[in-house]
């Protein structure tokens, strides 16, 4: 019931675009995404409900596809402060949310 | 700062010993997640308590245990302790279930020598 996430890392240089992904093998409700910095909390970006909706900031968004049981978070221009490790969760209406491993992402200058 | 607080930051202790994490969610939050995260293998949910009933639970082996009390703080025990148990602990609270942001505690990172 874990989602999948891909890549499992990724190295990019100052202002590259980056994608993660994430699946399911059950259907969904939500998807959520956190990113965790080494040593910190995870610290939450965004919700995405049944709808297919693509939400998020200028740099930051993702999307959800109920269908295809999937979201993708897409990082556009990335900073130096992207830095760290994105999960990925899923859950149901009134269910536990249940994360991913985690998809590394380091910054080159 | 998240609102949410977890003690102690930091628990070292050998192996056949029990311990007690403790968390305290935000001001008004009533479910409460608890997280171990180990090396490359992710958050892995443990248990979830909603208004101190225990709402879903997760890969948590018998020898942990854990109950939210009315005044909604929430306590994890690890009992039996073995050095596969060190990893970090993360309690994370919301406003109701469901599809809420979470908002997670700093974690107590346990160790077991």
């Known amino acids: 019931q874990q989602p999948v996430q891909s890549p499992q890392a990724v190295i990019l240089r100052e202002g590259e675009d980056a994608v993660i992904n994430c699946s399911s093998s059950?259907?969904?409700?939500?998807v959520h995404w956190y990113r965790q910095k080494h040593g910190e909390a995870p610290v939450f970006l965004m919700i995405?409900?049944?709808?297919?909706e693509q939400k998020g900031h200028e740099k930051i968004s993702a999307s959800f596809n109920e269908k295809k049981q999937q979201s993708s978070l897409y990082l556009t221009a990335s900073q130096l402060s992207y830095s760290g490790t994105y999960f990925c969760?899923?859950?149901?209406?009134?269910?536990?949310?249940?994360f991913g491993k985690g998809t590394r992402l380091h910054i080159l200058p | 700062d998240s609102g949410v607080t977890q003690t102690p930051k930091h628990l070292i202790t050998a192996t056949g010993q029990r311990v007690t994490l403790r968390c305290s969610p935000r001001?008004?939050?009533?479910?409460v997640y608890w997280y171990q995260q180990s090396l490359d293998q992710g958050l892995q949910f443990l248990i979830q308590y909603y208004n101190g009933e225990e709402r879903a639970k997760g890969n948590i082996l018998e020898r942990f245990s854990a109950q939210q009390f009315p005044d909604l703080h929430s306590e994890l025990n690890l009992s039996s302790l073995e050095l596969g148990d060190s990893a970090l602990y993360f309690c994370?609270?919301?406003?109701?279930?469901?599809?809420?942001?979470?908002?997670f505690g700093s974690g107590t990172q346990l160790s077991v020598l």
């Open positions: 994370a609270s919301s406003s109701h279930i469901g599809s809420e942001k979470l908002f």
């Open positions: 969760g899923t859950g149901n209406r009134d269910d536990k949310i249940i």
């Open positions: 059950k259907a969904l409700y939500s």
């Open positions: 001001s008004g939050d009533l479910s």
């Open positions: 995405l409900l049944k709808g297919g």
